[in-house]
Every structure is written in C-alpha cells, then in structure tokens.
C-alpha cells in the first residue's frame, strides 16, 4: 500500500563493470500501485500525482496486470524527444488546465522495476528475479506504457550514455543483479553528462541562514541579440566560502537595480520578454525570490550536465573565476549541443 519510498542512486564518475544497465529518464520518479479498479501514482516524496496525469490512470488500469506495485517514470515525448519542461506543466493548480494539457501532450510511463504482483511481494527477491517477472507481466505491452531496455554489456551502456542524450535522456543507471529493493536507500549509481561553460556573474541570493553568506550565485549568456538572459544558478560551498564569498563580491554590488539587465525582474510581463531570476513558479511555494545584483563584470566556469531549452537543467557546480575572459564572450555558442537520437530507439523500438 502506498506510500512507498523509491530506491535511489548516487552518482559516480564512469560507468562500472559487471552490473545491469538501464537509461536514466528525465521525468518525474513514480511508483504505480493498481489494485483492480484502483490506480494510485506515488511520487518520490510520497505525494499523489494521479491529479495531475489522468490520462495515465486510464492507460495503465487498461494495460497493467490487476494487482501490481510498479516503479518507473513519468515522461513526455514531445517531437522525438523528452520534454520535461512540457511535463512540469502538468503540475498546475487548475483541473481544467491540467485536463487540456492530458490531452494536447498526453504522458507515458517507463516501467523499470517490479515491487509486488498479485499476492507476491517481491522487494526482497534479487533484482535479476524481479526484471524476469516484470518483463512477463508487461509482455505485449503498448503505449504510452513502456518496459524499459536493460543491458549486461558495458559498452553498449556506453554507447547508450553518448547516443541516448540527443532523445533527452539524463545518462545511464547501474544496478547490482543481486540487488533487493531497498526504500530510499541510494544503492544504485547513476552517471550523468557533465560538461563546463563559462557565465556571467549577474546576481546572487544570500543564504537563508546566514544573510552574511552567499546561497547562491545567479548566472547568465548572452544571446543573438545581445540580451543577457538567466539560465541558473550555482550553490554548493562550504559553509566558510559562503561568507568569503559575500566580502570578495561586495565590490559588484548594485545599490539599485537600474541600468543592470535584470531590473525588471519584479515584472511578470519582463519575464515574457526574456529570461531573468525570481519569476513566479508553481514550484517556488511562497519562497522569497529576491536577490542581488551585481555588475555584470565577473566569468566563472561551472560543470552542468545538460540543458533545459535555453537553461541549465539543474543545478551547476562551481569550478573557478575566469579572469581571462569578457563577459560579453559568454554566449549560447559555446554550449555543446547532443546529437538528435530517435526517442522510440532509445525506448526499445516500440
């Protein structure tokens, strides 16, 4: 019965030998629970996403044996490839968006792991037993439910991880054969793209708890036209560079927002124009989004893994200043762009 805590991963530098290799898909995390004519989907966090995909619920009451606890995850393919912009949209307040949203990109699901099916609990049963028995249960499967490829051989993960990147995927997952199920336990690994770009140092929010602190530092490129637009942030420091950091920027600090690139950010129709920190979100939950700005003068180099349209999927590590470069050279073309790869490719052809 739900809630259950999905297994999770930790990341590693390089794919590792002699373990089980799946695609890393870039959607939301879910574990489907069907009992008859009930159909719950569970989120990583333990809250319901039924409301959100009811055009899912339908799908895999149709498709999905009567009694069973799947874990996999929700995506939407958009154009060949997976969108997980379009799919945050999905998360919105109002039934009836919601609704025209299921039926213009209608989701699908990536099943990957079986947890229970019938009387049979199977968290304790090795992973290789349990692939065995979700791959029975989902045999002659259709769309938009997905069983998802799985390989023992190292290079084709590796291929995987250098091809399935232009389908929107997020790298390469491993997993022990012998590996029982284990609720929020990060015991699996996960290895993800990570490439560097130089950014503007535009803003920064201070930390919550220490407003003597750095939380985090705003980032920006220049585009075709010229216009520096928001495309992250990076917030990982140990507690003492934080503060460091606050002193070393102080100099860049704006004492008011006119004439910096962001000014308008308190503007909802600015944020129609171009891209700029402290935009509404249904994500944000009240959050204070303020923060400040700096003289566009500074370039650090950070590692990202990839991109979200036209900013950094999550967040970015820092990695150092780069004194040798102007700002106004940290643009959209220095971004490595993955090669397009066929989404149904990368879903096993189905």
């Given at each position: 019965m739900p809630p259950v805590k999905p297994m999770l991963a930790k990341p590693v530098a390089s794919i590792p030998p002699g373990m089980r290799y799946e695609a890393k898909w870039d959607g939301f995390r879910c574990l489907v629970f069907r009992d008859?004519?009930?159909?719950?989907?569970?989120?990583?966090?333990?809250?319901?996403?039924?409301?959100?995909?009811p055009e899912l619920a339908d799908a895999l009451r149709e498709r999905l044996p009567e009694r069973c606890v799947l874990d996999g995850e929700i995506v939407l393919p958009t154009a060949g490839r997976l969108d997980f912009e379009a799919l945050q949209q999905r998360i919105h307040p109002a039934a009836s968006r919601v609704r025209l949203l299921a039926e213009r990109t209608p989701a699908s699901f990536v099943a990957f792991d079986l947890l229970a099916l019938g009387e049979a609990r199977l968290m304790e049963e090795p992973l290789s037993e349990r692939r065995r028995r979700l791959t029975g249960a989902l045999k002659g499967t259709r769309p938009p439910l997905y069983l998802a490829p799985v390989t023992e051989d190292r290079d084709e993960a590796r291929?995987?991880?250098?091809?399935y990147e232009g389908a929107g995927l997020d790298g390469v997952v491993a997993k022990r054969p012998e590996l029982p199920y284990r609720p929020g336990e990060r015991v699996m690994l996960k290895i993800k793209h990570e490439r560097t770009a130089d950014c503007v140092l535009a803003g920064l929010r201070p930390h919550r708890a220490d407003r003597e602190a750095v939380g985090s530092l705003l980032l920006g490129l220049y585009d075709a036209t010229g216009a520096l637009q928001y495309v992250g942030a990076s917030s990982s420091f140990p507690a003492a560079r934080r503060r460091e950091l606050m002193g070393e920027l102080a100099p860049l600090r704006m004492a008011r927002p006119e004439g910096h690139p962001w000014a308008r950010w308190e503007e909802e129709a600015a944020h129609e124009e171009g891209r700029m920190p402290g935009a509404p979100s249904r994500w944000s939950g009240g959050k204070d989004a303020s923060w400040i700005p700096l003289r566009p003068e500074r370039v650090c180099e950070v590692a990202y893994d990839h991109m979200e349209g036209?900013?950094?999927?999550?967040?970015?590590?820092?990695?150092?200043?780069?004194?040798d470069r102007e700002p106004r050279s940290c643009t959209y073309e220095q971004l490595e762009q993955p090669v397009r790869y066929d989404l149904e490719a990368a879903l096993g052809g189905r």
């Open positions: 008859g004519d009930e159909v719950e989907l569970g989120s990583r966090t333990g809250k319901s996403l039924l409301r959100y995909f291929e995987w991880f250098a091809q036209d900013r950094f999927r999550h967040t970015v590590l820092f990695r150092r200043w780069r004194v």
